[in-house]
C-alpha cells in the first residue's frame, strides 16, 4: 500500500521488484497452484450462473399472469440499450481580458449623476457601461438624433421652398407661402448671413414681381398676404426658458413656417436677439423688395392660386451639417417639424416624437425608451439612452444614409466648433486628446452632455456617449473631456471594471 502522495516512479520501481518472487514459488509448489487455479476457475462459473439466473429470472416472476388465460405468454426480454456517453458543451470562446481602467475618472463627484457607453466602432462590442441604456436628457445631444431623423425622412439633398402665388379672388394681391425655411435671408443678394448659401427674401420679391408683370402688365400689386399655416401652435415649447433662450442666449427663435435669419436682429452673428414676432418681420421684408405694396396679414392659400416664384434653402445635408457644427436651435426645431409632416405625424411639437421615431426605424437600431420632445435638445423631456447613440455613431462614422455629413459637422477636440480650446474644452492634461474627438457638446440647466466618436490613441475606433446630470456645475464639462481623454488613452484595452 502506498500513501496519496507517494511518488509514481516509486510505486513502479516497488511493483517490479515484487515479480521474480511469484515465478520462483510457482515453480518450487506446482501442484499447489493447480488445486488453487481449480478452486478459482469454479467460484468463476458459478458466479456466471447466479448471474445468468437472476437475467432470466427476473423479467419471469414479474410477469403478471392475466386472468382466465390457460397458458401465460412469457414477455420478451428487453434488449439493453446502450447508455450514450455524455457529450461536453462546447467551450464558450475566451473573452479578451482588457487592463486599461478608467474607473476613478467615471466616479469623478463632478460628473453627478453619470451615465456612459463606449463601443468598439468596428466590432459594435460594448467596452464600458454605466447605465448605458437608461434613458435620460440629452441637451443639444439630441441634435444628432434629429439630423438622422431628417436625412431618412427628407434625403440629403431635399430643400425647402419659400413661394410667392397668386390669390384667385383678389387681383392685386399675392401671398407669401413659408415653407419652413429659417435661413431664408433678408440682407441684399451679395451679403452673406449668418446662414451661409442662404436664399434671399430680396430674389424672391424681384422674381415674383418680373412674373406678375409679365402676366398681369396693367395691375400693379398692392397687398401682401401671408400663409403660414404649415407649421401649428405652439410657436415655442412650454419646458423652454423664453427669457434666456430669445433675449440672453439669443440661441432660439419662436418656430414659426415663415421667418428670415432665424429670426435674428443681426443676421450675421450665431447668436444674437430674437424678436416676437418672426412672421411680421419677414412679411415687411419682402414687401420692401417688392416695393408699391402693404403687408395685409394671415391668409391660407387659396384653391386656384398660381406659383409666381419660389426660392429653396441649402439642401438638408448642408443645414445638418451647419446645424450640428454651431449647435443652431433653430435649424433643428424646423427640420425636425418637416419629418413631423413627411411622416404624416402632424405639424405641432406633440407629433415630432412619433414622427422622429418613424424615421429612425429606417436604421435598424431599438428605440426602446427614446422620446422627442423637440428638435433642439432644449427640452429636459427628451429622453435617449447612451446605448442608442453609441449605435448610432457606428452608422455616422461608416456614412450610412448620408449620415457623414453629421460625422464631417461635429466639433473637433480643443480645435473646432463648441469643442474648440476658446470654449475651454481639451486643455492641460486633456491636450493629449486635441483632433482626436469628434462629438457633439450639450448643456441645459439640469446637466451636460458629450457623445460621438474617438480615434483612439492605439488606432482604435470608438463610439461613446456620456452624461453629466443632476448636481453639476459648468466644472462638468472638464470632467467630461477627462473621461474621454482616458478613453481615448485606453483604446481597445478599455475596461468595465
Not at 469623478?108 to 437608461?134: C, H, I, P, W, Y
Not at 430669445?246 to 435669419?261: E, H, N
Not at 474648440?420 to 440647466?445: E, L, M, P, Q, W
Amino acid at each position: 500500500m502506498h500513501t496519496p502522495d507517494e511518488p509514481e516512479s516509486r510505486r513502479a520501481a516497488r511493483s517490479r521488484a515484487a515479480a521474480p518472487g511469484v515465478l520462483v514459488s510457482l515453480r518450487r509448489h506446482k501442484t499447489a497452484w493447480l488445486i488453487a487455479a481449480a478452486c478459482a476457475g469454479f467460484v468463476i462459473l458459478g458466479s456466471g450462473a447466479v448471474a445468468v439466473g437472476a437475467s432470466v429470472g427476473g423479467p419471469a416472476e414479474a410477469s403478471a399472469v392475466t386472468r382466465g388465460t390457460t397458458s401465460p405468454t412469457p414477455s420478451a426480454t428487453p434488449t439493453p440499450t446502450a447508455t450514450p456517453r455524455p457529450t461536453p458543451a462546447p467551450v464558450a470562446a475566451a473573452s479578451r481580458l482588457r487592463t486599461c481602467s478608467v474607473a476613478s475618472l467615471a466616479a469623478d463627484s463632478r460628473l453627478g449623476n453619470m451615465e456612459a457607453q463606449v463601443r468598439n466602432a468596428k466590432t459594435g462590442e460594448v467596452l464600458f457601461d454605466r447605465n448605458g441604456s437608461k434613458p435620460n436628457t440629452t441637451a443639444s445631444v439630441m441634435k444628432v438624433v434629429t439630423s438622422a431623423a431628417a436625412l431618412k425622412a427628407l434625403g440629403p439633398d431635399y430643400r425647402v421652398s419659400t413661394t410667392v402665388v397668386t390669390d384667385p379672388a383678389d387681383p392685386s394681391a399675392v401671398i407669401l407661402v413659408g415653407g419652413g425655411d429659417s435661413t431664408l435671408s433678408r440682407l441684399p443678394e451679395g451679403q452673406e448671413p449668418f446662414y451661409r448659401g442662404a436664399a434671399h427674401i430680396g430674389t424672391l420679391a424681384n422674381a415674383a414681381a418680373a412674373k406678375w408683370k409679365s402676366l398681369y402688365p396693367d395691375t400693379p400689386i398692392t397687398k401682401v398676404y401671408v400663409d403660414t399655416s404649415l407649421f401649428g401652435a405652439p410657436y415655442w415649447h412650454p419646458t423652454w426658458n423664453e427669457n434666456e433662450e430669445r433675449f440672453v442666449d439669443g440661441s432660439s427663435s419662436y418656430v414659426t413656417a415663415l421667418q428670415v435669419d432665424g429670426d435674428r436682429a443681426n443676421p450675421r452673428a450665431m447668436d444674437s436677439e430674437r424678436g416676437s414676432d418672426p412672421v411680421k418681420v419677414a412679411a415687411n421684408a419682402f414687401v420692401d423688395a417688392l416695393g408699391g405694396a402693404t403687408y395685409e396679414g394671415e391668409l391660407k392659400t387659396p384653391a386656384g392660386a398660381t406659383q409666381l416664384a419660389a426660392v429653396q434653402s441649402q439642401p438638408v445635408s448642408s443645414l445638418v451639417k451647419l446645424a450640428v457644427t454651431d449647435s443652431d436651435n433653430t435649424i433643428m426645431e424646423m427640420l425636425t417639424r418637416l419629418v413631423a409632416i413627411k411622416e404624416g405625424a402632424g405639424n405641432t411639437f406633440a407629433a415630432e416624437n412619433q414622427g422622429v421615431l418613424t424615421a429612425l426605424a429606417g436604421y435598424g437600431i431599438p428605440t426602446t425608451g427614446l422620446h422627442v420632445a423637440d428638435g433642439s435638445g432644449l427640452s429636459d423631456q427628451n429622453m435617449v439612452p447612451p446605448s442608442f447613440l453609441t449605435q448610432l455613431f457606428i452608422k455616422v462614422l461608416n456614412g450610412e444614409s448620408g449620415l457623414g455629413v453629421v460625422y464631417d459637422g461635429l466639433p473637433i477636440s480643443g480645435e473646432t466648433g463648441t469643442l474648440a480650446s476658446g470654449y475651454g474644452r481639451f486643455t492641460g492634461a486633456n491636450a493629449i486628446a486635441r483632433g482626436a474627438v469628434h462629438a457633439k457638446t450639450g448643456s441645459v440647466d439640469t446637466g451636460y452632455s458629450l457623445a460621438g466618436i474617438v480615434h483612439a490613441k492605439d488606432g482604435t475606433p470608438l463610439t461613446f456617449a456620456i452624461y453629466a446630470f443632476g448636481p453639476v456645475n459648468d466644472s462638468a464639462r472638464t470632467a467630461i473631456d477627462t473621461l474621454t481623454t482616458g478613453i481615448y488613452s485606453c483604446g481597445d484595452n478599455l475596461s468595465n471594471n
